[in-house]
């Protein structure tokens, strides 16, 4: 694949005109090696936080109030049969790179003042650029040094007059305000078009043709390289949690941050107590690195949260139930309430 070979194929094809989508360049494989933190820095244990029944009840009372619809019968009544403590552990990746497009445009005149010398050419990966600051999304242009180039207009084939749009080169367009009424026998006439129904189409007076507006009735143009560069953040993350916990609760849960790590690369966590965080960290570290194959990493951090969760097992009248405390702040997640007003101001 080569940048040139691209762009000379475009600028002789017929069909480009007006948007071409960009063509993205594949980043020179530069190899990397990750740092030596984690093994550093081992992942510190969390014990799981055990709540009594009477804060159990305060949380539950605290959730039922702000909860218009919800009696608060059951938090006062029910009877708890077991408190199941556990740790659920929120382990994110965010990816930052960068990744350049080029794609051909065209204007009138050629862009004056280029940095280097007349015969120096670069490629899309040579040009310098830098983000204002990481994991911080935004994309930048550039002309290309000495890639402009004359040739013909596309829009005109070079004659410099396009086909006039309203009449189609015909010179006229249907008269609008023709009329006829009848006086007894007498037929009143048009005065623009005397009662044949065509008039001079005024856009192209009448000739058919129009001066080019892409080339400004030159018949040539300057094309050039655009560059685009994006710098992007791709986000990856897992939950190790139990299998009868709703994860999408969690998504803005309370916890306590356990592990942060920012590196070029980083390291997969391997000294975390729970197994599945070292396996989940390993896996989308390792798909991090061939995930986006034409975009280059410019950074990557990793945290892993633990989030306190109690499962709350209880009765209360003929009814079992169950429902989670989970959180530093305590937030409750309770699926179909049993007890609901049936109507309320």
């Known amino acids: 694949w080569s940048e040139d070979s691209h762009l000379e194929k475009e600028l002789n094809d017929s069909t480009y005109g007006e948007t071409h989508d960009w063509t993205y360049i594949p980043a020179p494989r530069v190899v990397k090696k990750p740092d030596n933190y984690e093994l550093q820095n081992p992942v510190r244990s969390v014990s799981p936080e055990i709540l009594t029944e009477k804060e159990v009840r305060n949380a539950l009372m605290a959730w039922l109030r702000r909860k218009v619809r919800y009696k608060n019968e059951l938090a006062q009544k029910m009877e708890i049969k077991e408190i199941v403590p556990s740790i659920i552990f929120y ?24 940095a280097l010398s007349p015969n120096k050419k670069l490629k899309a990966w040579e040009v310098q650029c830098f983000p204002v600051k990481y994991f911080q999304e935004e994309t930048k242009y550039f002309h290309m040094p000495n890639s402009d180039k004359k040739g013909m ?37 048009c005065a623009e078009c005397t009662a044949n129904n065509t008039a001079d189409c005024e856009r192209c007076a009448a000739v058919g043709h129009i001066q080019c507006l892409r080339c400004d009735g030159q018949g040539k143009v300057w ?14 993350y897992k939950m190790i949690a139990e299998e009868d916990f709703p994860t999408s609760a969690l998504q803005k849960a309370h916890g306590m941050v356990i ?25 989308l570290v390792q798909e991090s690195h061939f995930a986006w194959p034409d975009s280059r990493i410019l950074q990557q951090k990793h945290s ?39 109507c309320w101001p």
């Open 91 to 114: 382990y994110v990746l965010d990816t930052f790179i960068e990744q350049r497009a080029l794609k051909f445009s065209c204007q009138q005149k050629p862009i004056i003042g280029a």
């Open 304 to 342: 892993l949260t633990a989030i306190p969760v109690n499962k709350v097992l209880f009765t209360w009248e003929d009814l079992n139930g169950r429902f989670w405390i989970y959180g530093t702040k305590r937030q409750i997640y309770f699926k179909n309430y049993p007890l609901k007003k049936s």
């Open 223 to 236: 094309y050039f390289t655009n560059m685009k560069v994006e710098y992007l953040t791709q986000h990856q």
């Open 259 to 283: 592990h942060d790590h920012t590196a070029e690369l980083v390291t997969p966590i391997s000294t975390c107590n729970e197994e599945e965080v070292n396996l989940a960290s390993q896996l």
């Open 153 to 189: 207009c596309i829009s005109c084939y070079g004659r410099g007059l396009v086909l006039c749009a309203r009449c189609w080169g015909s010179g006229e367009i249907t008269c609008r305000k023709v009329y006829s009424s009848r006086r007894g026998r007498m037929l009143s006439l």
